[in-house]
C-alpha cells in the first residue's frame, strides 16, 4: 500500500478556501516588514529550504517546508519537523527549492500567489526565483506577485490585467518582458502611456515609467510580463 504524499494531505485540507492565498518564502535574507505585512492574515505560508528560518524570525508560521534542506537551520528543521509538513528532495535535483516551493503552492489551487524573499547577493538565484513565476503552471493563478526585499513585483500571464492603487504621483514603476517577448501591452495612468506595444525579452522600453494617476493599469496580450515597483 502506498503511503499518502504530505503535501497532498495539505491540499485536502486547506482546499476548503483556507488556500486563497498561498504565500512562499524563500532567500538567504531577513524578510522586509512590508513584506511580512503584506501576508498577514489568512496566509497559507510555504516555506522554501532555509527560508524557513527568515519566516520563522518574521513571526509566520509555515505549514509546510519543501527542498532539498540543506540550507534551513538544525532549530528550523526541528520546529518544522513537529508542526508542519516537510518534503524533502534529493539535492541532485533539476529545479530549486523555490520551484519546488511554488509547484507545492499551485498544487493548492490559490487565488493569489506570492513569493516573498529578503533578497541575497545571488544573482543566478534572484533570476531563477523570479523567472520561476513566469512558469506555465501558474497561468491558471489569478494574483501573482512577489516581494524582493523592499521591491514589490507583479507577474501578469496573457491575457491578463493588473491595477495599482494607493502609488503616490512619481513612483517608478518599470514593465519589463523577462520572459520572452510580450505582445499587446498597454499601460495607463502613468506618464509614458504604452498602447499595444511589443516589448522584446529584457529591453529598456518599459523601464523607469511613472505614475500620474490615482489607479495605473496594465494589461499584456500574449507573453509574461513582469511588472515592478522598485520601492512600493
Known sequence: MTAPNPIDQVAEALRDGLACHVAVVAGAEPLHPRAVAA????VTVIAADGGLDHALAAGLRPAALVGDLD???ADGLAWATEHAVVSRHDPDKDLTDTELALATAVDLVPARLTLVAGGGDRLDHTLAA???????TLTAVPIV???????YLRVLHGPGRARLTGLPDGTTVSLLSAHGTCDGVTATGVRWALDGARLGPLIGHGVSNETVAV?????VADGVLTIVVPDR
Open 215 to 219: 489607479e495605473a493599469e496594465f494589461t
Open 71 to 73: 540550507s534551513v537551520s
Open 39 to 42: 501576508i498577514a492574515g489568512n
Open 130 to 136: 523570479l523567472g520561476a513565476l513566469g512558469h506555465p
Open 145 to 151: 506577485e512577489a516581494w524582493w526585499g523592499r521591491q
